[in-house]
């Protein structure tokens, strides 16, 4: 119910673009991340009133938003560092609580 893209390679202090589709609304929409050898984090999320939650890591370089009508949220990402490199995984909930995962889309960061 949940496909990213826009992920890829990039250099060190470059910008991707993140989107995922939804089949339907969620309530909340947003990204996580698994880089190799670790637990999958929480990246940013989004509700869909427009309130937003960032990690601390990636406050002010990343910022995520929806389009409520396309039912799809997207991930704009500048300063791009080595240790953002991850899967990146969308994520949703609805109003019931139940979550549902994208299959991921790889971010490569070159140092």
């Known amino acids: 119910q949940l496909v990213e893209s826009g992920g890829g390679l990039v250099q060190a202090g470059g910008s991707l673009r993140l989107s995922c589709a939804a089949s339907?609304?969620?309530?909340?929409m947003g990204w996580y991340r698994q880089a190799p050898g670790k637990q999958r984090e929480l990246v940013a999320t989004?509700?869909?009133?427009?309130?937003?939650n960032y990690a601390d890591s990636v406050q002010g370089r990343f910022t995520i938003s929806r389009d409520n009508a396309e039912n799809t949220v997207y991930l704009q990402m500048n300063s791009l560092k080595s240790e953002d490199t991850a899967v990146y995984y969308c994520?949703?909930?609805?109003?019931?609580?139940?979550?549902?995962w994208g299959k991921g889309t790889l971010v490569t960061v070159s140092s």
């Open positions: 339907r609304s969620f309530f909340s």
């Open positions: 994520n949703a909930h609805n109003y019931y609580g139940v979550i549902y």
């Open positions: 989004i509700t869909s009133g427009g309130s937003t």
